[in-house]
């Protein structure tokens, strides 16, 4: 019994990523260009007879969701689901005006929920201020995944990733190449060292490793995965603590590799 997770995109310029377990399947996000890149990537990920079985969306920015991916879910019957919080920005910022008769959308509140045998619970993160903005905590055959990206606090996340068996956390930007390519969106995601000092203390109130972190959503101008990893590294040797875990980056602008969680 496990679930196994691939990042599909991850950056400012596109975000997508995969959870499947046994029986259900979950994209989380779908910012994906144009419709040719989105039947694309669902053609590669999917069978043409089993599509995933929810799209959940984190929030309305235009790398995690628009209106051609919403175009091409609305085309293939994917049911779409997002925080109700998140609708009116949806709809006014990707919806064109004339809105999807046929798209499967539904809400959910800030309360758990089930998707086939993976349970949900949605976590509220601190990103731009006009922007609800979510991630999850997902638990799979009893266990526990974390997905968050796109926000500027850890004290958001902190509770959910101790004894997660799987972390998928933004490790944005490193504040020196901030400084060289400033950006003032910057703000509203989390540096190198908040997101390693972010893990440290996770570690440390955990009984447990994790099996495995990735870091994602990575700028392409403002950091590099390799920094970023130096940096998580640098901060578990700095308390005195051992990277007793599978530590990865995601690629910016293609797949990654299929991670398994479980037995
Ligand atoms: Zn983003
Ligand atoms: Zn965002």
């Not at 800030?110 to 922007?131: A, V, W, Y």
């Amino acid at each position: 019994m496990s679930f196994r997770f691939r990042s599909i995109r991850s950056s400012s310029g596109g975000n997508c990523l995969l959870l499947r377990a046994e029986d259900t399947t979950i994209l989380f996000d779908c910012g994906l260009s144009s419709m040719k890149r989105t039947r694309q990537v669902l053609e590669e990920h999917f069978d043409q007879d089993r599509q995933p079985d929810a799209v959940l969306l984190t929030h309305a920015h235009t790398d995690h969701i628009s209106y051609y991916p919403l175009k091409v879910l609305e085309q293939q019957g994917c049911k779409v689901m997002m925080h109700a919080d998140c609708i009116e920005q949806l709809q006014s910022k990707h919806f064109k005006g004339y809105g999807f008769n046929d798209l499967q959308m539904t809400t959910f509140g800030d309360e758990s929920f089930n998707i086939g045998s993976i349970e949900i619970t949605p976590i509220r993160l601190s990103h731009h201020p006009l922007l609800p903005t979510f991630g999850f905590a997902i638990v799979c055959n009893g266990k526990k995944a974390v997905i968050a990206t796109d926000f500027n606090d850890g004290r958001d996340i902190i509770e959910h990733l101790v004894d997660a068996d799987f972390i998928f956390v933004e490790s944005n930007h490193d504040p020196e190449l901030l400084r060289k390519y400033y950006n003032p969106n910057s703000q509203f995601h989390m540096s190198n060292p908040q997101t390693a000092e972010l893990l440290c203390q996770a570690r440390k109130k955990s009984g447990f490793p994790p099996k495995a972190v990735m870091l994602g959503h990575i700028s392409d101008q403002r950091n590099t995965s390799a920094i970023a990893i130096k940096e998580t590294k640098r901060a578990f040797k700095k308390h005195g603590l051992k990277v007793d875990f599978n530590l990865s980056a995601a690629p910016l602008k293609h797949p990654g590799p299929e991670i398994e969680i479980g037995l």
